[in-house]
């Protein structure tokens, strides 16, 4: 089934990737599983470091495809796009553009939504809004649009921080505005093709899924849960999801399951699952008992989930393992805290907020940690981390690694 999926998104992004490239948020196919696998256990300093180089603040995971990384940043008054050789981290080309962007609750002044990777084209979406789409050889840009300013959008929390989606030929996006809350446009020109839903923007990115032949864009917005055609803009499904009070975000990305979708959120609200269809969804079931994610997204791995169960303040949440079926919790390591999380084979790769790189065995019997170093100093890391080639991408607010994992 994984495969199946793989193999499905691959087609939908219309990029010539490699197997074990990592073109997007969550890798190829969103969901955080590496198609690699053979990682071994490191030591107190953890695995071997091949380059790093300095890096300016944000929460923009990097991005690797045919053999090049893209890293999405903040100098001075610019946001930065930047094209590194993988391999030795030589850079290739930089596109900047200025931004005034101020974080009101002092959370950071860098860009947040990871970049895309589409065939040539380099999607990118800033802080304040800017959607940018450029030439991968050479970092000319091909179009721009400050979709802030073109719908009107009302402020948020943290600025924008929804990734961008490629399906085919066009750029779906959450962009929150009045009788706009998603968007699409053409990949290569940037011209609006279609608006859907009066839903606000959330911190949570969209991906696809399709059933008995209809292909669902799948998001979860500010206001809940919408399937959308990616081609026509239709609704097919919405229902609302989220918290009873303002002060509160949707951040994690829905996770494809064959034919279901798991959505998870904090502040008393939960995870509901729903069993897609090519018309639309309907319920399974709903809890907050079970993995209530503030903004780290779950993984899952033979019929179980490795996730973060509760808010990211306060003493943190615990990580836990649940199985789907039952929806049993598994085991739980209370107060662990939130980390990005990779699959990859038998074996999950955790950096954490605080900079801890581990090494823990998926399996639902216990929590087995392998390996810990402490790899960053200058947090906190909420950038997701990247796997491709046997090299595992992870940057804080000051640097960027390239480690060898393999």
Excluded at 68 to 91: P, Y
Excluded at 195 to 222: L, N
Excluded at 347 to 352: A, D, E, V
Excluded at 353 to 381: K, N
Aim: hydrophobic residues 40%; aromatic residues 10%; contains cysteine.
């Amino acid at each position: 089934m994984r495969r199946w999926l793989s193999l499905l998104l691959v087609t939908a992004l219309a990029t010539t990737i490699r197997a074990d490239d990592w073109p997007q948020f969550l890798g190829p196919h969103r969901d955080g599983v590496s198609a690699e696998s053979g990682v071994k256990p490191w030591g107190q300093g953890g695995p071997k470091v091949s380059w790093s180089r300095d890096v300016g603040p944000g929460f923009a995971g990097p991005v690797v495809a045919a053999q090049r990384l893209i890293l999405f940043h903040r100098v001075g008054d610019q946001e930065i796009v930047e094209c590194l050789r993988a391999d030795n981290g030589k850079s290739l080309w930089q596109f900047g553009y200025p931004t005034a962007f101020e974080d009101d609750f002092r959370k950071g002044d860098g860009p947040r939504a990871t970049p895309t990777i589409a065939g040539g084209t380099v999607v990118t979406f800033g802080a304040d809004g800017w959607l940018h789409a450029l030439d991968l050889e050479n970092g000319k840009k091909l179009w721009d649009r400050n979709l802030i300013k073109d719908y009107d959008v009302p402020g948020s929390f943290f600025g924008v921080g929804s990734s961008p989606l490629v399906v085919g030929d066009r750029v779906l996006v959450n962009v929150g505005g009045k009788n706009a809350g998603i968007v699409a446009f053409a990949l290569d020109s940037g011209k609006e093709l279609w608006k859907a839903t009066r839903d606000g923007a959330s911190y949570s990115s969209p991906t696809i899924a399709t059933i008995d032949g209809a292909t669902h864009g799948v998001f979860f917005t500010r206001q809940g849960v919408v399937l959308v055609d990616p081609q026509t803009g239709t609704v097919r499904f919405q229902t609302p999801w989220r918290a009873r009070i303002d002060a509160s975000v949707n951040a994690a990305t829905p996770l494809i399951l064959g034919d279901a979708a798991f959505f998870s959120t904090s502040y008393d609200t939960g995870a509901v699952m729903l069993k897609l269809r090519k018309d639309g969804a309907i319920k399974l079931w709903d809890s907050d008992e079970i993995m209530s994610n503030h903004y780290n997204t779950s993984i899952h791995n033979v019929g179980h989930l490795y996730g973060f169960h509760g808010r990211q303040e306060g003493p943190g949440p615990s990580f836990r393992c649940i199985e789907l079926k039952t929806q049993k919790v598994c085991w739980d390591r209370p107060r662990f805290g939130c980390a990005s999380m990779i699959l990859a084979g038998d074996k999950m790769i955790l950096l954490t907020e605080r900079g801890e790189l581990l090494l823990v065995e998926a399996t639902p019997t216990a929590y087995r940690e392998l390996a810990r170093a402490q790899v960053f100093t200058a947090g906190p890391c909420r950038a997701q981390i990247a796997l491709s080639g046997g090299r595992l991408y992870a940057r804080d607010q000051k640097k960027l690694k390239c480690f060898e994992i393999k």
